[in-house]
């Protein structure tokens, strides 16, 4: 890996000279850990903290640099490595080798008590890279999933003529990326604003949170796969599955920061955050998926299908 | 121009004559070889182009465009098809895509196939997409580079398109379709493995498989497209 190494090496020489011209904030950042040197962004200057002591800029410089200056602002920020206007900044976005995204998506597959994904996983390098792609593909999976689901249950009927359904991939396109990026703006937003009057530890840049919600969806692709055998217990059973898995990444993830705050909100939040996401996955199947007649003209609103996915489960 | 070259060269014949002595005389033969700095022969070569006739300007670019056809069809580690890029093959294979989607099944209502302007949108944006992800993860290839490149791939999958409605008009059983099903599976590896000799060495090579997955990924889209194509009864 070399291009991560790079970079660690320039922060190096910033952050020496920051070092070098303003002691008082390295002292800081030097009795405070890595996850708390998050909070002491904000109270020092943009930039000034970075770094930390001497022997943390040799070992972890990287994760206290990009760590704090993510979460100092909300998207377009002060990053040392240049504007928002420039290639550079969305470079940083993308800076993860084949090996940590297969880690990542291994990591959000396998969900063990404990680990925390974005601690364990992303470790303060939070990437674009796959929640951007993890949505397009689930977006056309879903979409050809689902065509290929409705050939395949009216296959008998002779009345029946093949459709290609195209218009469902520009509705999967809305309402996938819609959630994977509104939701994590929601959680941040809200987590942030809760956390506001203490400082506390733990607080997760948007980045992070936007990471963590699109590796979680990653399940649903080969479940939506999975659908086409067009047995209900399958399809429920695959469907449970994959929110248990995919929730509990989101839970593991969220409940550290959570449970600091008072035991309603804490509930309240964790909740919130599985019920969207269980929406989420039984509205996709409601829509992509139906079983029942097709409608003559799309049915865009997703309360029609489950008629007739009632009467068909019958049928079957 | 012809008064630019013959001023040179009595510029060149009488080095101390000054801007002064500046006639053009039309009975002093200029002939031979003027040696003259680079910057002025590429000079003289715009000029000429501006003077040949229009039907060699546009078999030029046509010879170029044919020669990247010929180079997708047997596609092997070249840096032809990425020095001299254009654009024109790659917008012709779409219109002819796109137009060839169309007359299928559904077009008066929308449950059917791709509408011209999806296709169009598909194919440019993703191949915008594709190479901002490769320019983003690290790749030296350049912007319009990686579009040819992409946009020359199309090529097998829009043969396999016109193999199709030529299948399909002889019918729509479970033949045709086995028969359309090979043809596509095959164009779009073709497709696949033709873009990748062409794109791999441009990546670092611990991240090649991120930068190639989305090319797999857009062409599998447009083959899905061609593949369930239906055609109006």
Known sequence: ?316 | PTANQRLSAEEASRPFAGLSDVSISEDIPVEGDISVPVASSRRDEEFSTLDEPVKETILRDLRAVGNKFIHVLYPKRSSALLRDWDLWGPLLLCVTLALLLQGGAADSDDQGGPQFAEVFVIIWFGSIIITLNSKLLGGTISFFQSLCVLGYCIMPLTAAMAVCRIVLIGGSGTVSFAVRLVVVTASFGWSTFASTAFLADSQPPNRKALVVYPVFLFYFVIGWMILTFSPSQ
């Open chain 1, 1 to 316: 890996m070399a291009s991560p190494d790079d970079l660690q090496f320039q922060e190096f020489e910033e952050a020496a000279e920051l070092l070098s011209a303003d002691p008082g904030a390295s002292t800081l950042s030097m009795s405070a850990s890595n996850n708390t040197t998050t909070a002491t962004a904000a109270a020092a200057a943009a930039g000034g903290g970075g770094g930390g002591g001497g022997e943390d800029v040799k070992l972890d410089l990287s994760e206290d640099e990009e760590g704090q200056e993510e979460s100092s602002e909300l998207l377009g920020g002060q990053k040392a490595t240049g504007g928002f206007w420039t290639f550079e900044y969305y470079q940083s976005f993308f800076n993860v080798d084949t090996m940590q995204v297969l880690d990542r998506v291994k990591g959000s597959v396998m969900p063990l008590p404990g680990r925390n994904f974005i601690k364990h996983h992303l470790r303060n390098n939070p990437d674009l890279y796959g929640p951007f792609w993890i949505c397009v593909t689930l977006v056309f999976s879903v979409a050809i999933s689902g065509n290929l689901s409705t050939f395949l249950s009216k296959m008998g009927d002779p009345a029946y003529h093949y459709r290609p359904q195209f218009h469902r991939v520009t509705i999967a396109a809305v309402v996938i990326f819609m959630y994977a990026w509104l939701v994590p703006i929601g959680v941040w937003g809200f987590l942030t604003w809760r956390q506001g009057n203490e400082r506390q530890i733990g607080g997760y840049s948007f980045l992070e949170t936007v990471c963590v919600y699109g590796y979680s969806l990653f399940i649903y692709i080969p479940t939506s796969v999975l659908w086409i055998i067009p047995y209900e217990w399958l399809r429920w059973t695959l469907i449970l599955v994959a929110m248990a898995i995919s929730g509990s990444v989101l839970v593991l993830t969220f409940w550290p920061v959570v449970r600091d705050d008072t035991k309603v909100m804490a509930v309240a939040t964790v909740a919130t955050i599985v019920v969207l996401h269980m929406l989420l996955a039984i509205g996709c199947k409601l829509y992509f998926f139906q079983t029942g007649v097709l409608l003559p003209t799309p049915a865009t609103d997703p309360t029609t299908p489950p008629i007739h996915t009632t009467l068909s489960t019958q049928r079957h």
